[in-house]
């Protein structure tokens, strides 16, 4: 038997429970111009101009511990501004801004520096503005030398080009961007395996010192998706975060379709293999937990594959065709 998620503490049936039940309470403050319901990457709100904002929030999670173990402070910034802006961008949205949230027990100016030039970083790569944030000293809360760190992003879209996934089709092909390691997500797991001190740095994968893998800051899609909306037919998006292939790509699918992913079809990081090694994980839990290498994925039609992969690698990016879409009940399969 292996190291779970669950095993870790992380139950997701618990916590789609949890949504289950926030729902009635959200829903009770919805306008008219309220477009989505939970469970989009982003919340919508139409400001009956013909331009949407929409929203995205989220935090670093506990990679944060890799980082206190490190003391390597500067690109958790970069995190938090990925899992936000990327979200956002899943709706074809482009991110206008970005506010922070810092909260600590005794405020290092040094270290609130080396925090906020990692969110600087990140909206830079975003292409959106740092416009403000709140530091919270809080004592006695987090114990010395620790933080935590939480953001939201807003961004636009013209109503009419929103990207929703209500125009994927059976046949349409789904197109995975490949990811710059393990992101912010499974980091509960991750504890679980490995001790989150100095041999972070002695534990070597081929050459590399697992600390440094697993701080490698998420990846952010947003120009790259943005410049491939602005030249190719996109129908749905997916940023794979918490929950992994299982959980994320199905929020981009409309009823009756599902996806089939062809295992193989990727270059998968190194730093996953020591994971699923260590754990002993099934492939299920992998996939289920991680992102395996694949950060976002985009649908498009057959016709568009090939000009999609060019102008994604011709922009930096790894891409493959990794997968279809198919009827079925909206989730996946994974097959070689």
């Not at 938090?80 to 600590?104: E, Q, R, S």
């Not at 995975?176 to 041999?199: A, I, P, Q, T, W």
């Not at 937990?289 to 994925?297: D, E, K, Q, S, W």
């Amino acid at each position: 038997m292996g190291v779970t998620y669950k095993d870790a503490g992380v139950d997701v049936e618990r916590g789609y429970e949890a949504v289950k039940l926030m729902k009635e309470h959200v829903k009770r403050t919805f306008d008219s111009n309220v477009i989505t319901d939970l469970g989009s990457f982003g919340g919508m709100y139409d400001l009956g101009d013909g331009n949407v904002l929409v929203a995205g929030t989220d935090g670093v999670g506990t990679k944060l511990k890799a980082a206190f173990a490190m003391q390597k402070n500067d690109t958790v910034g970069i995190d938090c501004v990925a899992m936000c802006v990327n979200d956002v961008v899943c709706h074809g949205a482009k991110p206008l801004f970005f506010l922070d949230y810092i909260a600590t027990g005794e405020l290092i100016p040094g270290v609130a520096a080396d925090i906020v030039k990692g969110i600087a970083d990140g909206c830079l790569q975003a292409g959106c503005a740092l416009i403000g944030g709140e530091t919270a000293e809080m004592p006695g809360f987090y114990d010395a030398g620790e933080y935590d760190l939480a953001g939201f992003a807003v961004g636009i879209v013209n109503k009419d080009k929103i990207i929703n996934g209500s125009k994927i089709t059976e046949g349409d092909v789904i197109i995975g961007l490949g990811s710059s390691g393990v992101h912010s997500n499974g980091f509960s797991l991750v504890r679980k395996l490995y001790k989150m001190d100095e041999s972070l740095l002695t534990t070597k994968v081929d050459g590399d010192s697992l600390g440094d893998l697993l701080l490698a800051p998420t990846k952010i899609y947003v120009k790259s998706v943005q410049m491939l909306i602005d030249n190719v037919e996109v129908e749905g998006i997916a940023h794979v975060t918490g929950g992994g292939f299982y959980e994320n790509i199905p929020r981009t699918l409309p009823n009756g379709k599902m996806a089939e992913i062809h295992l193989g079809s990727w270059e998968i990081p190194k730093v996953f293999d020591k994971i699923m090694e260590d754990a002993q994980l099934s492939e299920k839990d992998a996939y289920g937990t991680f992102n395996m290498g694949i950060g976002m994925v985009v649908i498009v039609p057959p016709y568009e594959v090939d000009n999609a992969l060019n102008l994604l690698r011709e922009n930096g990016e790894k891409a493959w065709a990794i997968g279809k879409v198919t009827k079925g009940d909206g989730g996946v399969k994974l097959w070689e």
